[in-house]
């Protein structure tokens, strides 16, 4: 480690390097507070061409790597394990290029998320993806996660936005990947890429299409007397043909939690459910549709439905939703967002589901989800330090998941699986269908160096069949 | 030594039709292969593997022209009879079908809801499996891939694997199905598809205007927040659209969603542009353009850039169908007899591309004129990860082979 750790100081200089252990222990963890290894180094590059080298250097020493963005991540996906070495994408974090005529730009993955949007605004354009992170994660961490956010209902996850990449490889090669048209010859690897949780290389840049500003936007609120008949709602307006940019429900627990902490949005604490709806597009059409959504929740039971009637409304509207992760963390130290998504129509059944199991295993637990999109939020405050707590945790995490899956769902829509949900691959997935996702990671990164040890469950097939691997991702660590 | 074919045949059963060597694509085919079923679809493709026969995949054979030539296969295993029955969620807005069966079969099963498929092939017949393996762009609907929800595919591994689900939203694991749209049939078989619908529009409004003269201008047109097509035709297309217009370029706009947002961007294109109404088959005459006889290519282009890039075409010698808000043109050259020729015209092709930062691929020509030279682009830094990915789903070789860009 001491040969490798001056071939990385050669190679980025004595402050592109951390090594102490005070330095490290913030890179212990991401999002997912439960999991964490420490890293033995951490390294700031500031262009790919170092990135090859320290992946070069990593390589030869047959140490594995892992690139990182903010740490933002909730699958412990950014975590080193095996004393792996961190390319931390912080000093990569200029917008290389905004071409606002074809709707493109140009990035280094450590520019933040908001950050994008922010630059671009003038131009009359938005990046679309919106993670609950965005004031602080990172676009190279949303390519990884392939992260979505409240308006993908409507426009799509990162997957849908991402053009070309510029990856390192797991020898140290660059390729550039996609075409800024959106069209390349070959086999669509961008598409492979995205969401591969960083085991199919380090992206060092990345070419993404914007969205034009919408027209208008109208925000609607409406109370419920429970969840159910909210979801009614959100699968009325689905069915009438709608595509409303965010269908999002938060539940009476949530709505007490946050109307009793700092983020407190005026909302009434004896309602069973609220969902906010928000349509944009151009003035001409977003007023019917509004008015259309409206009464598709009064339809189905809503006391009482307000529209935004400005910024300022509509903030405080969305301060309900927002701010349910802030209110539920100030509960107990620890706050696990889980993920899983369901079709829609079984929204209502599995919330109910997910209360009772909550409730089974004595646990502080509440929801807020894109209902538009079946993806469920279970949110659980609890503390780590409490084993018996966190063993509880972890009981009803699996629990979830598996009434997900029975009902036709998937054990992730925006987080990722990472750490956290690598053992529950196979409720999904077969043996064959891991095998053949192992493939495409053995065509990218035979040796398995690159961030091992996630996505793939630590059971016996996952690397016998590549003589070549060195094993990274049998090995349990924590 | 037996003979594999023999030996395929009394393995398969009734799915296997050994005959007279078919020539197609450069190979000469001595058996098709029809499965009905994932399983029996995979079962040959395990035994094709065994044998080391490669294989000509095909669905209804619309696409065939858009691949490097010779095929090395030896066997035609038909995609058409993967007709499972379908699985339609209504108030979901999301279906699985299996790949045999045509975009029109499948816009039947909808008919009467407020659902579509937000796919539009070129090519009367073809059919799901075919329109995602070869992610072919119709006028209309963006990228297959954005629609995509789940994939099941045969391996040559002789597995039947799954990637993505039926929800609308999922990152659990890698996602396959990017992998495999557009994979052209090289890397496994799709059996089936799970999708996304798109809601029928309460209004279509469809109109022809002349072409402006500022590229920008048609480029705004095209964005109109309505425009669900947009389409740069040339003077003889546009005479057959509206024989009262007389241009030499004309802009076809097929208008397609709420009520107030169609109006609002008619009248704009009516004040703007002059625009007036194109017949209700509009779109269709597009498709069948975009699918038309002779020598096809695509070259995809910043939407700044397809101006620059439709002067460059015409200059070669092609006429040009483009799509500005999509950045793409298709060039069409009337009959090349001889490669020599052919040579010229992918040249000019791939040189205008070049200029204006844009990628090509030939969408058709005759099997002669494509043999023995790379129709599918340019050879990039990639192609050593592309050959390592193909080895890693055909390491034998038997799906398309020597199809695929770079002879993969």
Partial sequence: ???????????????????????????????????????????????????????????????????????????????????????????????????AENRIAVVQPGVVNADLSKAIAKHGLFYAP???????????????????????????????HVLALELVLADGALVRLGNPAGLASGFDLVGAVVGSEGTLGVVTEI???????????????????????????????????????????VDQRTIRAVEASVYAAGMPTDAGAILIAELDGPNAAVAVQALRASAHCREAGAREVAVARDAAERQRFWRAR??????????APDLYVHDAVVPRAKLPEILERVCAIGDAHRLRLSNVFHAGDGNLHPNISFDRRDADELARVIEAGEEILRVCVEAGGVISGEHGIGLEKREYMPLVFSEADLAAQLALRDAFDPEHVCNPGKIFPTTRFCTESNPKARGYDRVAFD | MSDPIAALARELGEICTVHAPLPLEGAQLEATLRPRSEAECVAALAALARAKLGALITGSGTKLAAANAPCRARVRL???????????????????????????????????????????????????????????????????????????IALANGTVVKTGGRVVKNVTGYDLGKLFVGSNGLLGVITSAWLRLRPSPERTETLIAPAPADAQLALSAARAFSARTAALVDA????????????????????????????????????KLGAQPAPDDTVA??????????????????????????????????????????????????????????AVLLAGVADAARRTGGAWTLEAAPLGLRSGREVLGELDGSIA????????????????????LGEI
């Fill in chain 1, 207 to 249: 070419t993404l299409l914007l969205m034009p500003l919408p027209e208008r936007v109208e925000t609607l609120l409406g109370i419920f007397p429970d969840v159910v008949s909210a979801c009614r709602a959100v699968s009325a307006i689905i069915r009438s043909g709608l595509v409303p940019s965010a269908l999002e429900i």
């Fill in chain 2, 285 to 342: 005459i597009l498709r069948e353009t975009q699918a038309g006889a002779g020598i096809r290519f695509r070259v995809a282009v910043l939407p700044s850039e397809l101006h620059a890039l439709c002067g460059l075409l015409g200059a070669a010698g092609a006429r040009t169908l483009a799509f500005p808000a999509r950045g793409i043109a298709h060039a069409f050259f009337a009959g090349a007899s001889d490669a020599s020729v052919f």
């Fill in chain 2, 385 to 404: 990860l592309q050959r390592a990915v193909k080895r890693a789903y055909d390491p034998a070789g038997v799906l398309n082979p020597g199809r695929g």
């Fill in chain 1, 322 to 331: 927002k701010g349910a992760f802030g209110a539920m963390g100030r509960l």
């Fill in chain 1, 130 to 160: 919106d993670p609950s992170s965005q004031q602080s994660c990172t676009l190279g961490g949303n390519v990884a996660e392939n992260s979505g956010g409240p308006h993908t209902l409507k426009y799509g996850t990162t997957t849908n």
């Fill in chain 2, 236 to 271: 003889a297309l546009a005479a057959r659209l509206c024989s009262a217009l007389r241009a030499p370029r004309a802009l076809a706009i097929e208008l397609a969603g709420d009520e107030a947002a169609v109006e609002a961007d008619r009248a704009a294109l009516v004040a």
């Fill in chain 2, 78 to 152: 038909d995609t058409t009879a993967l007709r499972e029955t379908p699985e339609i969620d209504l108030d979901e807005g999301v279906a699985r079908f299996g790949a045999g069966m045509t975009l029109a079969e499948v816009e039947a099963q909808l008919a009467g809801s407020i659902w579509r498929l937000p796919l539009d092939a070129p090519g009367e017949s073809s059919t799901l499996g075919g329109a995602l393996a070869s992610a072919a762009l119709g006028p209309r609907f963006g990228h297959p891939r954005d629609n995509l929800l789940g994939l099941r």
């Fill in chain 1, 1 to 99: 480690m001491t040969a490798l750790l001056a071939e990385l100081r050669e190679i980025l200089g004595a402050d592109g390097v951390l090594a102490r252990a005070e330095e490290l222990f913030v890179y212990e963890a991401d999002g997912l507070t439960h999991h964490s290894a420490r890293p033995s180094a951490v390294t700031l590059p500031r262009e790919a061409s170092e990135v090859q080298r320290v992946v070069r250097a990593c390589r030869k020493h047959g140490v594995p790597f892992v690139a990182r963005g903010a740490g933002t991540g909730l699958s412990g996906g950014a975590v080193a394990c095996h004393g792996g070495v961190v390319i931390e994408c912080a000093r990569m974090n200029r917008i290389l290029r905004v071409d």
